[in-house]
């Protein structure tokens, strides 16, 4: 241990915590005054100036050096030193060799980032000027084109370090590097990622304690370059954003920047539209407010204007801050208890409702209760405070986190590069390592993110450097480097905390506290882990930068990320698409999986893979390193923290990255440079080795400890390099006279040396080259010996193999041959006794039919004058209305129609005139034709007799040992699909008849692409042996056989005229086969044949869709100069698909016509042969043909035979089948019985894979049938049926019935096959992509669109397939038809619609389809835009009818959001384009509709309704009343029973606080409450469809009393209110004292009659309710006895006994009668006594007598106690406005008494049963069928209560 000597004014390092620096002010009797680094004063003696304490400070570190990794002075004090240095100097980035260093200064540097900088810095290299953050980005943009790899710059440090504003610095270099490569100017993709980082940090930053602008996400930014250097393209990915600030903040903290942004700086009008104002009024932004270094008002407008770059339009960006603006009222929402959380703020949740355009009832009734789903049966549940503040921080989070990604996403799609990028530059700005007073999840989640991002430093930075003395050989011990490996093993390994927080996390007990035991119990041990001493709610992590104790509280909750399904549908019906956009996605958890799978991915583990990509991203690119780090905690500039300072260098690892550098041996020279350095030292030394040499030297003049021998280098301490230095200057000095004596010498040996070196190189290389050839040769030959040898006994095997075999069916088939060929020589003989027999018959039937062509060519001229004439008057009728214009035009058409007439009739006559030479060419074709027919007959029954043997063979040859003989072709033909199963849908079988190309959903060509196509020669299994060549392809599941590659645009069978422009019969219009290629149309006789003529459509006049003659259904005509050829299609689809393509053809140009070509069509195949029927595929050998191979399917043997060997072996190949057996990873395998019938049932194996279901006869058999399984499918909930649980399964054009024994296994198999479906991506038709597209287009796009995709406007002709994707299956129990052809049938009924004399009964039909059909309402919808869009002229009555219809559609059905969305684009579309039109009427009415919310209707709308929609007319209706008043009101589409109430009530005058009133259905006596969300519209359609009508209405009387007061009650008021005092005592609903019930019966007949006279009846029924006497009734039962326990009677006592209970029920009805009149006559005589009394005297008497009751003014309920807790079950339920009450039945004195303060809740867990659960006691459980007027009633009374004790308070 050393002494320093030290002089004044020096500088030394003294060890404290670190080592600092300190100057030596003075020095006296042995003592030195030190001041430090920190100005401390310090005095020392000399003789303590030890060097294990003080050291002596290098120059270099005095001032300062730019790279770090040259200090001299190495250790953490020179680090902490050379910073601060630099800091002071305004050096704010500092190099540790290609690492960056960026202290943030807290300040503006002047000229730092000035364009001068930046143009300097892409001009050089790392190292050649001052450090800077241009100069990282600069290398990594130059490497991108050096290594043609990606780079990524990583960009680290704690919160406020200066990561953020570091990243926009880069980007701004990148962008302006692309810009240079792009004449100077950025592109538009360049300034949108520029825009993107002011919105990005208004929506992901805030203020926190540690920095005002600090992310609060993380997020990686990706640019795409192009190869010539321009930016292309970008992609933003983020991770975890911090959802619960949105809803709180810790002190001293802002909420998201955005939010004060809006507040302070929106403008009028918006800021009143959005009513807001000062922050401080609203809670989630009312902490921290004001902030000097935010500047919110420019910040605002920067967002704007970046929203505009980034092409958001202004109504987008509204619909954002409206979002914002209603989190901010959400907020303010506050809750008291009063039985349950009640909302204590109605003005702030109506705002709240209105800006996130969700119902304000809905949203209140989410906020206070969670609604669950039981049984099919809901159930409300008061929340207490909490957890309703809860439900609305939910939501709150919810909605900004969703805004959050979908902002993200519209970025993503404005800057995504058009094409595949030349290479890519990432920048990762990632949340820095955070401590807080209290660190929660969050925290836990950012610090792992820090941890593993500190884990990939450490591992490229050490690992490099260790790399290199690694691969040069030298012996190395590791730096000590703090490793954080374990750190991470504790969080991800597979007990880990992340493994234990997912865990507890599903389970529905788990809760935080367990989770911590868990986490303490596994993890106690781990260094790395640390549990509190003190039991609690918290847990320790050591992270690499220090300990980090997080609470548990809340960890559960968040990791679950859970959100209630009622709020997730809350927010999904927003009548704002904006909002709807945003949870499209979002799934119910019913949704989100199938039974006993997980629901959804948790946050952790969702992060946990977002993070793993993330590494894999960056492992795959180049990185670069930029380690930010703060001066000091208060964000004050000129501060500099030694400690904060020393903390970061010492975490982050940067004195281990200097020390790597240099320890050991800092100095590297290659060999090569050494020798040449230091070549006088090496003169005495030959070697021609390099490394041999300065291995000699350094062995013999140097330590071991002083130098290292590499690879390629030689590594030296620094010692050694100067004595090495030394040693060279003496040398050279004495060797300078030695130069020239040596020279030649050396000279010499040099060549002699380079000479023996290239000789040995030579004969090297010849010498390997020789050998090198003799092994290849050798080792070519035993390839060709061992190929040809095991060729050779293959061969061998095979051919003996298929010798016997082929053996064996010759002789089989020769017998059956012969057999055949003897029928078919009697087959011959018949067949021409009959066509001499047929021949006479055919004379007389064409003399028979001549005659009749004759009467029908009369009848039909005839016809088509009385049309012309009818015609002519519709137009002269037409003519009348129509405008001068138009008068011409018609007079225009009128010309022609009678050019064209007169045309026809010369046509006729020359038809005349042809007609007998017609007549004969037919006869002859007849006659040959029938010959022919007559050979086509014998010869099929004579292969059909063949088929027949040979099947049987077939399926012999077919069966395995030990099986039943059951043939395979008994097997069902189980359905072969493709995995594109909707696209074969809307194949060649479904041809759309749109007038344009191109119509219709896409087909998937690569699904359909061939595999392998090519000629081959056939020949079938038949008597003859016939070869011929056919074109044969390999597609799908099936080959295909064509007689000849189509190289045309089309072809087919069609029947065209024999001959003439007559019109003939049918029997002369013979098949032709004909081919439409380029722009000719050839027929033929039969295919492959000789032309009998040509047509060439590019001189055709016109092409005819019909004819007059309307018998001739699918009829084509072909109009040239020369004459008209006439064709009829087979039928309608055929005639569709040939119609459009001979018209495209027609008006299409020559250079588009290749874009038309038709495909193989499977149509025109002579053959095919399903490859799943297919059991082998093999050569044969033949006689006749070479390279002959067989295929053997279910049914029968194939024989093909291809040009070459190697040809034939390749469609082996392909057609051999694979190893089918059941898969080891199916997800569900088993037996069930496929159900054909009642009768026919098979049981199978099944096993459901990803792709589908495999069927096989048994468990290890082969698959024999397949069900390919996609998102179209659909699979139903089983049923019982017959003891067996079955389901179906649709799939296209069929339907699957499986049976199993249990339901549970039914509920299995139905789960995991709709699981499969469900996984599925979902197919989208054309016209829904095209709809999609539609969204983001510009007006000029939008036409274009329209106008090139006919499927999107109107068209007359049918489509033959759905607008939409439709799934499989029938459309309701009740109707068989599949949706698909219901769809298509109600398109085609639309041409039946437009000439409909009444439209009502049309659209009344199809509206009543719909409620049937549910998942048809969108096809019709774009069935209807369809149908009136882009109409020539918008006002002709076609179109107004179609507008008529949409209307009817609209009030009855809502379409999904998607078809919403295009819905009302299109209503706003004609409105706006159409101003002033008839049509414009209907296109605003619909719009008034949508801006309304029409709601899903219950019933088909009356006739009455549609007749008055129709002229866009309300509906008038009459509300009954007492008294037999009557109220007349307009009923919209949207009215409901509320809203009609409340019409009712201001008409009326009445106050609708003192009493609640409400609409009932009335039938009779027969009440029942209409609810407030009905709709009035549908009240009266079910009116309607109810017997007519009769009887019912719809009536206006008192629901419930508020308040009660006879002297200060309306006059109108109280009559409501004393009707329904007599509508309880009519209904029995009262206490049953006789007196006082007849009194009021007195008093109700004087306020009816008036005074008594005989002469004025009454039914007592209508004033109360007469009981039976029970002592009277119990005597007429006294003898009366029951069938129980009688046993087996005869007839004659059964008939008895009935006779008996008739006379029971005669004689009850006697006492009934006596009773009523005897009740009626003292009610006559109390009656008597109140002659006199007015009438208002009369009503209030009566309502005195009645407020005597304890029940008076309560809603009385008859109901039926279930449990035993009364004596009686049959009893009362009251409902008042306080309390609840039970009464027993016509009793005064209740039995219990609830005040509505005690009742927990209270629902309907079934129907007709009604709970009420109360604290305290016992829940209340009784049947009734009043059950919901009784929640109605309780709910409004309780509503009334909290409203009137908040305005109270």
């Not at 194949?987 to 344009?996: I, K, L, P, R, V």
């Not at 007006?1339 to 106008?1347: G, L």
């Not at 549908?1578 to 008192?1598: I, M, N, P, S, Y």
């Amino acid at each position: 241990m050393g002494v320093l000597e030290v002089q004044p004014g020096g500088w030394v390092w003294v060890k404290k915590d670190c080592f600092l620096p300190a100057n030596v002010i003075s020095s006296a009797n042995g003592v030195l005054t030190l001041k430090i680094d920190n100005d401390e004063v310090v005095k020392v003696n000399s003789s303590d100036m030890t060097t294990d304490k003080y050291s002596i400070m290098h120059p270099s570190s005095l001032t300062g050096t730019p790279d770090m990794a040259s200090l001299s002075d190495l250790h953490e004090g020179s680090l902490l030193h050379n910073l601060k240095v630099r800091y002071f100097s305004n050096e704010i980035y500092t190099y540790i060799g290609s690492i960056l260093v960026a202290v943030n200064p807290y300040k503006p540097i002047s000229g730092l980032y000035s364009n001068e900088n930046l143009d300097k810095y892409s001009k050089l290299f790392i190292g050649e000027d001052k450090p800077h953050i241009y100069a990282i980005a600069n290398e990594a943009f130059r490497n991108v084109w050096k290594t043609g790899e990606s780079q990524c710059v990583l960009i680290s440090g704690e919160s406020g370090a200066g990561k953020t504003e570091s990243t926009k610095m880069i980007l701004d270099f990148l962008s302006a590097m692309g810009a240079k490569n792009n004449n100077g100017e950025k592109s538009l993709v360049s300034s949108r990622i520029l825009s993107s980082s002011p919105i990005l940090e208004a929506f992901g930053n805030a203020k926190t304690v540690y920095n005002h602008n600090s992310s609060r996400f993380g997020k990686f930014i990706q640019l795409f370059f192009a190869e010539d250097g321009n930016i292309v393209g970008g992609n933003i990915s983020h991770y975890l954003l911090e959802k619960n600030r949105t809803v709180g903040q810790n002190p001293s903290e802002r909420n998201y920047h955005i939010f004060y942004q809006l507040l302070l700086g929106v403008q009028e009008p918006l800021k009143t539209k959005l009513c807001l104002d000062d922050p401080k009024n609203f809670r989630y932004v009312s902490g921290s407010i004001r902030d000097p270094n935010c500047e919110d008002k420019n910040d605002y407008k920067e967002v704007l204007t970046s929203f505009e770059v980034m092409g958001l339009s202004n109504q987008v960006v509204e619909e954002i801050l409206t979002i914002l603006a209603g989190i901010l009222h959400l907020g303010n929402v506050r809750f008291h208890m009063d039985g349950g959380a009640q909302i204590s703020d109605r003005d702030a949740v109506e705002k709240a409702a209105q800006f996130l355009s969700v119902n304000t009832e809905q949203l209140i009734e989410s906020l206070t209760h969670n609604k669950r789903e039981m049984r099919g049966e809901v159930f409300l549940s008061p929340l207490n405070e909490d957890q309703a503040i809860g439900s609305r921080d939910s939501i709150t989070m919810a909605v900004y986190s969703h805004l959050f990604d979908w902002i993200i996403q519209r970025i993503n799609s404005r800057i995504k590069s058009p094409k595949p990028p030349f290479s890519s530059i990432g920048v990762l700005d990632i949340f820095g390592f955070e401590n807080f007073q209290i660190n929660r999840f969050e925290q836990f989640n950012i610090n792992f993110a820090n941890e593993k991002l500190q884990q990939y430093f450490n591992k490229h930075i050490f690992s490099l450097e260790q790399l290199e003395y690694n691969q040069e050989g030298i012996p190395w011990s590791d730096i000590d480097w703090t490793d954080n490996a374990g750190c991470i093993q504790l969080v991800e390994r597979k007990m880990g905390i992340f493994s234990i927080i997912d865990e507890e996390s599903r389970f529905p007990k788990g809760t935080d506290k367990s989770m911590l035991e868990k986490l303490h119990n596994a993890n106690a041990k781990n260094t790395f882990y640390i549990k509190p001493k003190i039991t609690g709610s918290d847990f320790g992590i050591r992270h690499y930068a220090g300990d980090v104790v997080y609470n548990t509280v809340g960890f559960l909750e968040k990791n679950r990320g859970s959100f209630r399904d009622d709020l997730i549908t809350l927010l999904k019906d927003s009548k704002s698409d904006f909002m709807y956009d945003l949870f499209e996605g979002v799934k119910l958890s019913s949704e989100r999986g199938g039974r006993g799978k997980p629901k959804s991915a948790t946050v952790a583990s969702s992060f946990k893979e977002s993070l793993s990509s993330l590494m894999t991203t960056l492992s795959a690119s180049n990185p670069f390193f930029i380690r930010c780090v703060k001066p000091n905690a208060t964000k004050q500039s000129n501060n500099f923290q030694n400690q904060l300072m020393i903390n970061q260098l010492r975490y982050s690892g940067m004195m281990q990255t200097v020390v790597i550098r240099r320890s050991g041996y800092p100095v590297r020279r290659l060999y090569a440079d050494f020798c040449s350095r230091y070549q006088p030292l090496l003169a005495a030394i030959y070697t021609k080795d390099a490394k041999d040499k300065v291995s000699l030297y350094l062995t013999k003049n140097a330590s071991e400890k002083e130098w290292q021998a590499g690879k390629t280098k030689v590594f030296m301490k620094e010692t050694l390099e100067n004595v090495l230095e030394q040693q060279r200057v003496i040398i050279l000095g004495s060797a300078a006279t030695m130069i020239q004596k040596h020279w030649r010498g050396a000279i010499a040996r040099m060549h002699y040396r380079k000479r023996l070196d290239n000789i040995i190189k030579v004969q090297s290389i010849v010498r390997a080259h020789l050998y090198r050839k003799l092994y290849l040769q050798t080792k070519s030959a035993a390839l060709v010996v061992q190929k040809y040898v095991r060729g050779h006994i293959a061969r061998q095997l095979v051919a003996e193999m298929w010798a016997e075999k082929c053996a064996r069916l010759e002789a089989e088939l020769e017998s059956q041959r012969q057999a055949l060929e003897a029928r078919r020589a009697e087959m011959e003989r018949l067949r021409k006794e009959a066509q001499e027999q047929e021949a006479d018959q055919l004379r007389k039937e064409l003399e028979e039919e001549e005659a009749a062509r004759k009467k029908e060519e009369e009848e039909r001229k005839r016809i088509e004058e009385e049309r012309m004439r009818e015609a002519m008057r519709k137009m002269e009728e037409l003519e009348k209305k129509r405008r001068e214009e138009e008068a011409r035009k018609l007079e225009e058409e009128k010309i022609r129609l009678e050019e064209e007439r007169l045309e026809k009739e010369r046509e006729e006559k020359r038809a005349e005139d042809e007609r007998a030479a017609a007549i004969l060419a037919a006869e002859a074709a007849e006659a040959e034709e029938m010959g022919l027919a007559d050979d086509e007959v014998a010869l099929d029954e004579a292969e059909q007799e063949m088929f027949k043997h040979l099947q049987d063979l077939d399926s012999h040859l077919g069966m395995e040992d030990g099986e039943p003989e059951q043939a395979i072709d008994e097997w069902w033909d189980l359905e072969q699909e493709d995995e594109d199963v909707y696209a074969n849908m809307h194949g060649q079988d479904n041809f759309d008849t749109m007038s344009e190309a191109g119509d219709g959903p896409d087909i998937d060509s690569e699904n359909l692409a061939p595999v392998h196509a090519g000629y081959l020669k056939v020949r079938e299994a038949s008597m003859v042996s016939r070869w011929k060549q056919k074109f044969c392809i390999l597609q799908g599941d099936s080959l295909l056989i064509f007689n000849a590659k189509q190289d045309y645009l089309k072809s087919g069978w069609l029947r065209k005229k024999g001959g003439g422009k007559g019109t003939l019969s049918r029997r002369n219009w013979l098949p032709r086969f004909f081919i439409l290629q380029n722009t000719t149309l050839s027929y033929f006789e039969f295919e492959g044949g000789e032309s009998k003529g040509s047509i060439n459509l590019r001189q055709a006049v016109k092409i005819l869709e019909n004819n007059l003659d309307k018998n001739k259904s699918n009829y084509i005509g072909i109009v040239t100069p020369d004459r008209t050829y006439e064709i009829i299609a087979e039928d309608e689809n055929e005639h569709r698909s040939w119609l459009r393509i001979l018209r495209d053809v027609h008006g299409t140009p020559d250079e588009l016509l290749h874009t038309m070509k038709e495909e193989m069509n499977p149509r025109n195949a002579i053959a095919s042969i399903d490859l799943m029927e297919l059991e082998s595929c093999n050569r044969i050998e033949d006689k006749a043909e070479n390279h002959v191979f067989c295929v053997i399917t279910n049914d029968r043997l194939h024989y093909f035979a291809a040009e070459d060997s190697d040809e034939m072996f390749r469609w082996i190949d392909l057609l051999s089948p694979q190893d089918i057996n059941v898969k080891q990873n199916a997800l569900h395998s088993g037996y069930m019985t496929l159900v054909k019938n009642k009768i026919i049932r098979r049981k199978v194996f099944v096993s459901l894979t990803e792709k589908g279901l495999e069927m096989s006869k048994r468990r290890d058999g082969p698959v024999e049938g397949k069900i390919s399984l996609h998102s179209l499918c659909v699979v139903t909930n089983p049923v019982e049926d017959g003891g067996d649980f079955c389901f179906y399964i649709h799939v296209r054009k069929r339907s699957y019935y499986f049976a199993v024994k249990t339901m549970s296994e039914a509920n299995q198999w139905a789960d995991d096959i709709s699981e499969v479906i469900t996984s599925k991506e979902q197919f989208q038709t054309r016209t829904e992509r095209l709809i999609v597209e539609l969204r983001n287009l510009q007006s000029d796009e939008i036409d274009s669109v329209y106008r090139t995709n006919a499927i999107l406007r109107y068209t007359k002709p049918a489509i033959q397939t759905p607008i939409l994707a439709l799934p499989y299956g029938p459309c309701s129990a009740t109707n068989a038809t599949s949706l698909q052809e219901q769809a298509v049938s109600i398109y085609k009924s639309f041409l039946n619609y437009e000439g409909a004399t009444s439209p009502v009964d049309f659209i009344e039909t199809q509206l009543g389809l719909l409620f049937d059909s549910p998942l048809l309402i969108d096809e019709l919808y774009c069935q209807l835009i369809k149908q009136t869009s882009w109409v020539r002229d918008v006002d002709n009555p076609q179109n107004l009818r179609y507008w008529m219809f949409l209307l009817c559609v609209l009030i009855t059905h809502t379409p999904s959001r998607k078809i919403l969305r295009y819905l009302k684009y299109h209503v706003q579309h004609n409105t706006c384009k159409y101003s002033g039109t008839e049509m414009y009427k209907f296109a605003v009415y619909a719009e008034g509709l949508l801006s309304s919310g029409v709601k899903q209707r219950e019933y088909v709308p009356s006739r009455e309704e549609l007749k008055k929609l129709m002229f866009l007319k309300d509906m008038p209706a009459s509300i009954s009343c007492y008294g037999g008043w009557n109220c007349k009101i307009a009923v919209t589409p949207t009215l409901t029973a509320r809203v009609a109430v409340a019409r009712l009530l201001s008409g009326m005058g009445l106050n609708p606080r003192h009493n609640k009133y409400a609409l009932f259905e009335k039938q009779g006596n027969i009440y029942k409450v209409i609810e407030d969300r009905t709709l009035m519209s549908d009240v009266l359609a079910k009116f309607e469809r109810k017997t007519a009508g009769e009887g019912w209405v719809v009536f206006f009387k008192l629901f419930g009393i508020v308040e009660f007061n006879i002297s200060k009650c309306d006059p109108l008021e109280l009559v409501f209110l004393y009707e329904f005092v007599c509508d309880q005592i009519r209904r029995g609903l009262c206490p049953d004292d006789k007196v006082s019930l007849t009194e009021l019966a007195g008093l109700r007949c004087q306020y009816l009659y008036g005074d008594y006279s005989p002469e004025k009846n009454f039914t007592v029924s209508d004033i109360y309710k007469v009981t039976l006497p029970e002592v009277k009734y119990s005597s007429s039962r006294k003898n009366t006895g029951t069938l129980r326990g009688l046993g087996t009677l005869g007839k004659g006592t059964i008939r008895k006994l009935k006779d008996l209970y008739t006379d029971t029920e005669r004689e009850d009805e006697l006492l009934m009668q006596e009773e009523v009149e005897k009740v009626k006559n003292t009610i006559n005589d109390y009656w008597k006594t109140k002659a006199g009394l007015s009438k208002g005297a009369a009503q209030q008497e009566l309502l005195k007598v009645t407020t005597r009751w304890l029940a008076f003014g309560y809603g009385i309920f008859d109901v039926l106690i279930i449990d035993n807790r009364f004596r009686e079950t049959e009893l009362w339920l009251a409902v008042g406005r306080n309390d609840i009450a039970i009464y027993p039945r016509q009793k005064s004195l209740p039995l219990e008494v609830h005040t509505y303060d005690s009742i927990i809740s209270f629902g309907a867990p079934q129907v007709n049963v009604f709970k009420i659960t109360i604290e305290g006691h016992a829940p209340l459980e009784m049947n009734t069928p009043e059950f919901l007027d009784i929640a109605r009633l309780m709910k409004t009374y309780i509503g009334i209560m909290v409203k009137m004790k908040k305005e109270k308070h």
